[in-house]
């Protein structure tokens, strides 16, 4: 049984950052890709970034690149997303997910596992 469990969210003023979470408990792929992706009230789920297994490979969004990055914090066994300068518009419920291969995927379908979210509020 895989889970995922995401952290670090919270209420922010704009301008601010953020480092959300992603743990990851269970059996998966060493080299599976992992997914952020956000759905804010009455819209669709969207994405947000992606990166490969190894971390070699990461891409975001063009409404946040340049503000987020992946990263991997190998003490904590966590994959973590940093948010800068977040905006109101980055309001949302933020969840990680995995797949299944190490092709790292901007389609919500492609992920096989999925956190139960973490909730990012920016207002000022």
């Known amino acids: 049984q895989v889970r995922l469990v995401e952290s670090g969210g919270g209420l922010v003023h704009p301008g601010v950052s953020l480092r959300l979470s992603c743990e990851v408990f269970?059996?998966?792929?060493?080299?599976?890709?992992m997914g952020w992706f956000r759905q804010a009230p009455g819209k669709e789920r969207e994405f947000v970034c992606a990166?490969?297994?190894?971390?070699?490979?990461?891409f975001c969004a063009d409404s946040v690149k340049g503000r987020f990055t992946w990263s991997k914090d190998k003490a904590r066994s966590t994959w973590d997303l940093q948010m800068n300068n977040l905006k109101p518009e980055d309001a949302a419920i933020y969840y990680c997910a995995t797949r299944l291969s190490g092709t790292p995927s901007r389609r919500s379908a492609d992920y096989y596992y999925w956190g139960q979210g973490t909730q990012v509020t920016v207002s000022s």
């Open positions: 990166i490969s297994g190894s971390g070699a490979l990461s």
């Open positions: 269970g059996r998966t792929s060493a080299d599976a890709a």
